[in-house]
């Protein structure tokens, strides 16, 4: 499993990846994450909530009521702002991994060493 604290930073951008793949709810956001993360990360529904009012606060994603299978559901939508975020999340992400990399040693740097 991941640490949460390692991956806080990127909630939003877990989030706004699966919305801009097509309207999602809550449930149904969390469980995508897990399956796309092979299960090695399973995002609390506090901070999955938390995370949707902040990103709906700063217009990057928006709400609507719905029905899923005959219950009322809370519907999340991306917003144009949201889709230039997620660019700017990953453009980001790039830059970290990038800077990261280089403080990282594997096995194979090791033997050489």
Do not use: P
Not at 36 to 58: F, Q
Request: charged share 30%; hydrophobic share 30%; glycine share 8%.
């Amino acid at each position: 499993m991941i640490s949460s604290d390692i991956i806080r930073g990127y909630t939003d951008t877990m989030i706004l990846f699966i919305v801009s793949c097509g309207d999602s709810y809550g449930y149904e956001i969390s469980r995508q994450i897990k399956e796309i993360s092979d299960g090695s990360y399973v995002m609390k529904e506090t901070t999955l909530y938390s995370a949707l009012t902040r990103l709906e606060k700063n217009g990057f994603i928006t709400s609507y009521a719905g029905l899923h299978d005959g219950r009322k559901r809370t519907y999340y939508s991306i917003t144009d702002a949201g889709k230039a975020c997620y660019k700017d999340k990953c453009d980001e992400w790039e830059l970290t991994k990038k800077v990261i990399d280089n403080f990282i040693v594997t096995d194979t740097q090791q033997e050489g060493k």
